[in-house]
């Protein structure tokens, strides 16, 4: 989006994150403008964008990826 409106503050905050190689975690309500901030972010830092939606049948295998046990029943 071309015409994005930066928030000053927060820009910072996101960026300060980044350089210390540390996550972006963002939370809101729906509608907020989380999403499209952070991929507005990556895109002018030509870095990946990636969403992951936490909700009850988020587990951790999810996230960081790995195996899981099942029941053979």
């Not at 015409?3 to 509608?31: C, D, E, F, H, T």
């Not at 996230?63 to 029943?73: D, H, L, N, Q």
């Given at each position: 989006?071309?015409?994005?409106?930066?928030?000053?503050?927060?820009?910072?905050?996101?960026?300060?994150?980044?350089?210390?190689?540390?996550?972006?975690?963002?939370?809101?309500?729906?509608?907020?403008?989380?999403?499209?901030?952070?991929?507005?972010?990556?895109?002018?830092?030509?870095?990946?964008f990636?969403?992951?939606?936490?909700?009850?049948?988020?587990?951790?295998?999810?996230?960081?990826?790995?195996?899981?046990?099942?029941?053979?029943?």
């Amino acid at each position: 989006m071309p015409n994005y409106r930066w928030q000053a503050k927060r820009l910072k905050s996101a960026l300060q994150a980044l350089n210390r190689g540390r996550p972006i975690w963002l939370g809101g309500p729906a509608g907020t403008g989380k999403t499209e901030f952070i991929k507005q972010v990556a895109a002018k830092l030509g870095r990946a964008f990636v969403r992951v939606q936490f909700d009850a049948s988020l587990e951790a295998y999810h996230v960081i990826g790995g195996e899981r046990v099942r029941s053979a029943t």
